[in-house]
């Protein structure tokens, strides 16, 4: 899977992902996308058409489709937080962070009632909701059902807190082993969910889903660093553990 594929799983269903016209973005970009050329071979930028190079692929998210553009890095800062106006993109940052020690007691996951050991929080600022998804075969399935009680998680890990609406998730493993929790980019998350569409044999999954969880949550360890309590998902983090 690539990351141009990540799209279809972040768009709904009844809402396909399709790049925007230039009469629907912001004036800074506008110009570009009146004159853009045909796409190039390969990945390219929905937003501009420009070649994206494998080692630098960015997405932007599509507030109002629920979706994810690939994007060249010069689109993607038209659209950070710093320098975007407020309006229907969102650039996704490009941070890990690791929650640690991580507190969910069992019985305030449970009264999230989702099924599984591992879950993606969205904070969805069109619904005005703390959304949960879990992968599935099918995709990303929304969790409908109340989540009070992610707020009394939220208060009993400080860090969670700072997790950016609608462009970083907190990724959440439990099971086997002490639970585990993340902030990361959201594209990460569909990244996984099509991973284990990919993988999945079988009722259980099977073994090789398995290892590609696994694989999947070493990566993600291994570029996070702690977080630190207190500090404004807006404000650059220290020299020393920028990544």
Not at 43 to 48: G, H, N, Q, R
Request: proline fraction near 9%.
């Amino acid at each position: 899977m690539t990351d141009r594929g990540l799209a279809r799983f972040a768009a709904s269903s009844s809402e396909a992902t399709t790049a925007p016209g230039a009469d629907e973005v912001a004036p800074p970009l506008a110009r570009f996308l009146s004159q853009r050329r045909p796409p190039t071979p390969g990945e390219a930028c929905e937003l501009c058409g420009e070649h994206v190079p494998e080692d630098d692929h960015r997405h932007v998210v599509d507030l109002e489709r629920r979706g994810l553009l690939c994007s060249c890095r010069g689109c993607a800062l038209l659209f950070t937080e710093a320098g975007a106006a407020q309006g229907r993109y969102r650039a996704v940052p490009e941070r890990y962070l690791r929650v640690e020690p991580f507190t969910v007691p069992p019985v305030a996951w449970a009264s999230l009632q989702i099924p599984v050991g591992i879950a993606f929080i969205v904070d969805n600022t069109q619904q005005e909701r703390t959304v949960a998804f879990y992968p599935s075969p099918g995709g990303a399935t929304e969790s409908e059902l109340p989540l009070d009680a992610w707020s009394d998680i939220v208060a009993a890990n400080p860090g969670l807190e700072q997790v950016e609406p609608d462009v970083e998730a907190a990724l959440v493993r439990t099971g086997s082993g002490a639970a585990q929790c993340f902030v990361v980019p959201v594209d990460r998350c569909y990244e996984l969910v099509g991973t284990l569409r990919l993988h999945w044999r079988g009722f259980d999954g099977g073994q090789e889903v398995r290892a590609s969880i696994d694989e999947f949550f070493a990566d993600v360890a291994k570029r996070s660093r702690p977080v630190s309590p207190g500090r404004r998902h807006s404000e650059p983090l220290p020299r020393e553990v920028e990544g």
